[in-house]
């Protein structure tokens, strides 16, 4: 070491008395462990939790999502249209998917229909029957009554339900 | 003319590495004890290193917790290829040097007092009643000089000062903690001696 440097070298020693405040080592572990163990919780959360943390911390991922959901909705109801109007474009006595559907949910759940003839689905209007614009599409879809329906409706008659 | 220059004094003697790798092992297991433990072997040397970088206590605080809590998220990438002393030690440095490189030069010295200890130096003591152009100045004083001058470093210089000179580790310590070879931290000591040597002309003659 050069001798220049013996004044500086005793100069910078000085900075080993510099001290932090009497007591500030005793409770610095703890501060670290406390800090690490504030974070413990989060990382045990569920995917759920993290999924709803992520939108608290980035809100605009809530309106890609809101977005997504919209637009996946928006594309379900076209594309329920659509079928709609392939189902009444359909010719009369056609038989199709749906017919196998109402055939075997008949099956599955005891009831049977009745076979489908253009003759049978024009019934005159009587107590019980309900019009056209009110039924409820889930449940005829389901069980097959609204082929007849369809159908109906482009005969201009009404069913009986 | 100075007594002789003492050496500096060695960190206290490294704790024995079977104990150590144990206290890895379980902390990189999760046991916040063993952490714990290794927190408090390590936390005045980290501490230390970081104040002498800044000049400013509530960022070495900050920096020393955080450089902590990095080390025990980061402990399972940990393989033991260097001591976890060394591998802390980079951790804090890195943070250190991030943080001031974005602070730039807005220093703001924020210093702890000299311990009871630095007024019966007999060497510090003899630096301030010796005949100076600047004899009036205390140890206070000479202390706020001497942080001002180091802040004037560039951090790589900083950091071999402190390691070296103020902490007293060896250039074969410092090559592994920064990673560089031993010629180029003897080079960078020499340099940054030269540096605070003309910082500090009026304080040393």
């Known amino acids: 070491m050069p001798e220049d440097f013996d004044k500086l070298v005793v100069l910078l020693r000085m900075k080993r008395h510099e001290q932090p405040p009497p007591g500030y080592f005793a409770g610095f572990s703890r501060r670290v462990i406390a800090q690490l163990e504030a974070q413990q919780p989060a990382r045990s959360l569920s995917w759920w939790r993290k999924f709803l943390a992520d939108f608290d911390a980035k809100p605009i991922l809530v309106g890609a999502y809101s977005v997504a959901v919209c637009g996946s909705l928006l594309y379900g109801i076209t594309l329920l249209n659509g079928t709609r109007d392939d189902f009444q474009n359909l010719p009369l006595g056609q038989s199709t998917w749906s017919d196998s559907l109402s055939a075997s949910a008949g099956v599955g759940s005891g009831m049977s229909l009745p076979p489908f003839s253009h003759a049978t689905a024009a019934f005159p209007l009587t107590e019980g029957s309900v019009v056209l614009g009110e039924m409820p599409n889930a449940n005829a879809l389901f069980d097959g009554s609204l082929l007849k329906v369809q159908r109906a409706k482009a005969g201009n008659t009404l069913l009986n339900w | 003319m100075l007594a002789t220059i003492k050496e500096a004094p060695k960190p206290s003697a490294p704790p024995p590495p079977v104990e150590e ?22 936390q005045e040397r980290i501490y230390a290193a970081i104040y002498h970088m800044t000049s400013n206590h509530e960022d070495a605080h900050d920096l020393a917790q ?10 399972k990438s940990f393989k033991g290829d260097a001591s976890f002393f060394t591998w802390v030690y980079r951790i804090a440095i890195n943070k250190t040097i991030n943080f001031l490189k974005q602070r730039k030069n807005r220093t703001h010295l924020s ?18 009643s010796e005949k100076t152009p600047r004899r009036e100045v ?22 071999v000062v402190t390691l070296h000179d103020v902490q007293g580790l060896s250039h074969e310590e410092i090559s592994k903690i920064m990673d560089c070879n031993a010629g180029t931290v003897r080079s960078r000591l020499f340099y940054a001696r030269q540096q605070l040597q003309a910082h500090l002309s009026d304080y040393l003659k």
């Open chain 2, 111 to 128: 210093l702890n007092d000299l311990d009871f200890n630095a007024e019966h130096d007999p060497d510090l003591v003899a630096l301030v």
């Open chain 2, 66 to 75: 955080e450089s902590f809590i990095k080390a025990f998220q980061a402990l």
């Open chain 2, 21 to 42: 790798r144990k206290l890895v092992r379980l902390a990189q297991a999760g046991d916040l004890s063993a952490f714990d433990e290794l927190v408090q072997r390590y």
């Open chain 2, 138 to 159: 205390n140890l206070a004083e000479l202390q706020e000089k001497l942080n001002e001058a180091m802040q004037k470093l560039s951090e790589d210089h900083r950091l």
